[in-house]
């Protein structure tokens, strides 16, 4: 599977943005797909997913209650609705796909395709 995100760009505090991450391939719905950043000088890091049917997401703590990760498999995409978005978001952001059954979803290793990232810059 290939995946493409789009959606980023420089927004204030306190906006709001969606990233879409466009996958190729008639297998979609086998793979779960989670959402990572990776700010300047810092590690990459864990921020959503969403298991293959959609039923069930999982997010890191710093972007409970602001973001929603969702998937529509019949168009093949996962959208990220980022909310009240604040300066320590910036980042560039990558969707990955894993094909196992029940990943560990934070962990970047169960993740076998990568898109090439999408950065978002909130200023104060």
């Known amino acids: 599977v290939q995946l493409q995100a789009s959606g980023g760009g420089l927004v204030q505090s306190g906006d709001s943005l969606r990233l879409s991450c466009a996958a190729s391939?008639?297998?979609?719905?086998?793979?779960?797909i989670g959402w990572f950043r990776q700010a300047p000088g810092k590690e990459r890091e864990f921020v959503a997913a969403?298991?293959?049917?959609?039923?069930?997401?999982y997010y890191a703590d710093s972007v409970k209650d602001r973001f929603t990760i969702s998937r529509h498999n019949a168009n093949n995409t996962v959208y990220l609705q980022m909310n009240s978005l604040r300066p320590e978001d910036t980042a560039v952001y990558y969707c990955a796909a894993s094909p196992q059954v029940y990943p560990n979803y934070r962990d970047t290793r169960v993740y076998n395709y990568w898109g090439q990232g999408t950065l978002v810059t909130v200023s104060s």
């Open positions: 391939g008639r297998t979609f719905s086998s793979y779960t």
């Open positions: 969403v298991t293959r049917s959609g039923d069930y997401t």
